[in-house]
Structure formats: C-alpha cells, structure tokens
C-alpha cells in the first residue's frame, strides 16, 4: 500500500527522527489547538518547516499514547488523490472499524494542490464529527479566501515563519548575553548580516554564499513562481512574475506605478497588478499602504513593494545597499501594513498599529544623524497626536525631544533592545 512510506509509524509505532527535526517555538503555540473541533490550516512559505511541525505533531500524539493506527498524513505534493477515497482506504485497511466511531488525526499536506479543496474539506469536516484535520498550504493563495467563506467557523489558523533572529542564533548555538548588547556589537553585527542572507531558512544555517543562492532561487522562488503559482492562477508568464520579483530585490520598497512598469516590462498595466497579486498572495512579496485613519483613503493611495523575506533580495540582487536590507528586514519582521508619504513628500519608512498606539519607525543607516532626518517623524507624531517614534540607526543611540514629543534612537544591532521598545509601544 503506498501510503506506508508517509506513515511509518503504523510499522514501528515511530516517526523517524529525520522527519521530526528540532522543536520551535510554533510547536507549543499549535498543541492547544488539536484539542479543539475546528480544523488547524498551517500556512507558510515553501522550505519553513510546515512539514516537519506535522510530524512534530504526531510524534507528540505518538507520545500521549494515541494508537498510530488513528493517525493518517498524505502529502499532495506527493500524489493526487481524492480525500473520500483516501479515508476510505485507511478505514479499511488500517484502522479497521468504522472511522464515524474512533477519534482519529488526519493531516494533509500541501492541501492547496488539491482541486476544490475547501468544498472537499468541508465535507470531510461535517461528515466525521469525531476526526481532528490538520492541513498545511504552501502559499496564502485564492484558496485562502475560500476557505475563509466556506470553512467559516470551521478552522483556526497559525503561519510557520522562517527563523527570527533569537531563534537563528538559538539553531546555531550562538551564545549573546541579552542584557549586554554592547559587549557583543561585534559578534551581533556580523551575526546579523549572515541571518540576513540566508533569510532564517533552516536549511541553509551552514550554506556557503554560492550554494544559498542557488537553494534560494532555484529550490525556492523558482518552484514557487514556475510550478506553484501557475497551479493556482491562470498566468500566461510566469517569466514576467520572476522578472517582477527581480525588479524588488533591485529596489526595496518599490513604489508601485503599475503604469511606468508595464511601459517598461512592455505588458498591460492590469496584468502588472494582477501579478503583483499573485506573487503577494503566494507570500513572496507584502505591500505597504501610506498609513491614513481611513482605509478606502490609504487603498487609493500608492503603495511600496517589498520581497518577503532578506534572503530573496540577497539571493536575486546580491548588491543590494545594507541599509535598504535592515529596512526590509523590520518591514518583514513587523508584518508591516503602512508606510507614511505626505503631499510634501516627506517620509516614514514604516507605521505599525497595536492597540491603542500608532508607532513610526524611521531606518536611517548612516554614519550620522541629521536633523533632517528627524522632520518627518516629529510631522507624523504631531499630525496623528502620537508621542514617541523610533528611529533605527547605524551607531547612533540617543533620545530627540520637540514639543513633548520624543524620538528614540537605536541601533540595529541592538536587537533585543529595539524588540522591547517596539513591543512595548504597541503592547503587543
């Protein structure tokens, strides 16, 4: 039977270490899920490790003593197959009795590969009130949305990230003394860079720079733009999104003139949006809006583009400026929504919201600070009655005062430092 090789546990009672890896923290923030009715959908990037946190799942029901034969994953990415068959055949073969009476888990991997499969799922879901799904989806595409209207109610959802910085260095038994940042800038600046190349991708911690360039665009981007996204979408060139993708890594934070691209890639404009779509849904890219109170104001505005993670820019344009990498990396890292541009012209790199505060952030890498670098936060703060901004520096660490309204100056590499204040501000 070929589902025996996806699950070998039915043999040995055992998921091989091989497939389980090293626990992060997803891990525990998903347990608290499986004791819930609702279906789990675990999202993420292609290579984040969505895979291995399924069979860090079952090894943990394995270990709570569930009988492995109440336990079934298949992968789409492996095979096509129908889920009623698939159920059918390990209700019959393996578990023996009638599944509608035993609590069983089912995982499904890469469930986006399946035709339809918020309706199939849904079914599935009704029919087996007993059954615990677990699925996981290598892009936030269309299907997303679907499942949203049809599965409504139905599931609960958590997003597999690459590697933040404490977890890097954690992978790579990097010791940092945290309330002395200072002692370290050497070893965090240089820390920094390297985790900025290769993205958090836990594959390529030991990678050379040749050899992570070639996994980045080739087992990654690649796949993702030439096989993946044309799978799910209905685009005639998948040479013109990867040529996109390029233009992004050249130019973090592109501006978004879909008029002046397609003049310069020679297409249509709409087709311009519509694969910027595409590439951001499949979780390539993220827009940032100009931040405005109201939504419909800040959806009319332009928008800036930026890649999704540091190592696509590294890998796609390797001489891209260091500063313009730490203003993605925060973009990337925050999940960030807004920008802020005024009729002046003047500037934020990044506007995040948490409740009730609304934080601009400033990346300025520069050997020094100017006063004008300062005008447009005071401007935001004093325009929005906010009364702290941040601005991320090169060397620079200092506090600038106007009108009882205060800008906190941190470098980059003071990475747990900038973490707390930006945390704090946000009470997130």
Request: net charge neutral; proline share 4%.
């Amino acid at each position: 039977m070929y589902l025996d090789n996806l699950n070998p546990w039915w043999k040995n009672g055992q998921v091989p270490p091989y497939a389980v890896g090293r626990k992060r923290k997803i891990f525990e923030d998903t347990l608290p899920y499986l004791d819930t009715r609702q279906i789990l959908l675990i999202t993420g990037l292609r290579r984040v490790g969505k895979t291995t946190l399924m069979h860090q799942i079952i090894e943990n029901l394995l270990t709570a003593n569930v009988d492995p034969f109440h336990i079934l994953y298949f992968s789409f990415d492996e095979a096509k197959q129908e889920p009623d068959v698939l159920l059918r055949e390990f209700e019959i073969d393996i578990l023996k009795k009638d599944i509608q009476d035993e609590k069983v888990f089912v995982f499904f991997d890469e469930i986006q590969k399946l035709k339809d499969w918020e309706a199939k799922i849904k079914i599935v879901y009704d029919q087996h009130p007993r059954m615990k799904i677990i699925l996981s989806g290598s892009a936030q595409i269309k299907m997303w949305r679907g499942a949203r209207e049809s599965l409504a109610g139905r599931f609960f959802d958590v997003t597999v990230k690459p590697l933040s910085f404490d977890e890097y260095l954690e992978f790579k038994e990097i010791s940092i003394d945290r309330e002395r940042e200072k002692i370290f800038e050497k070893e965090l600046r240089r820390h920094f860079s390297d985790y900025l190349r290769s993205g958090g991708f836990i594959e390529t911690l030991n990678f050379n720079e040749v050899m992570l360039r070639k996994y980045i665009r080739e087992s990654l981007l690649e796949r993702v733009v030439f096989i993946d996204i044309p799978q799910s979408f209905r685009i005639d060139s998948p040479e013109l999104l990867f040529k996109i993708l390029e233009i992004a890594a050249a130019r973090p934070g592109l501006y978004l003139d879909y008029k002046n691209l397609a003049n310069d890639l020679g297409v249509d404009q709409r087709t311009i949006a519509s694969y910027v779509t595409c590439l951001e849904s499949a979780l390539l890219c993220q827009k940032l809006y100009n931040f405005s109170r109201n939504l419909l104001t800040s959806e009319k505005k332009i928008k800036r583009m930026y890649l999704s993670n540091s190592a696509f820019t590294s890998a796609l344009s390797p001489g891209t400026d260091f500063s313009l990498m730490i203003e993605q990396y925060f973009v990337n890292r925050l999940s960030g929504r807004f920008f802020w541009r005024s009729p002046q012209r003047e500037e934020v790199d990044l506007v995040c919201q948490g409740e009730p505060a609304i934080l601009p952030i400033e990346i300025k890498i520069r050997e020094k600070i100017e006063k004008s670098y300062l005008k447009a936060l005071f401007k935001f703060m004093g325009k929005y009655g906010q009364d702290a901004g941040i601005l991320v520096t090169l060397n620079t660490e200092a506090m600038y005062e106007k009108e009882n309204k205060k800008i906190i100056a941190i470098p980059y590499w003071q990475h747990w430092t900038l973490e707390k204040e930006i945390r704090a501000r946000l009470i997130i």
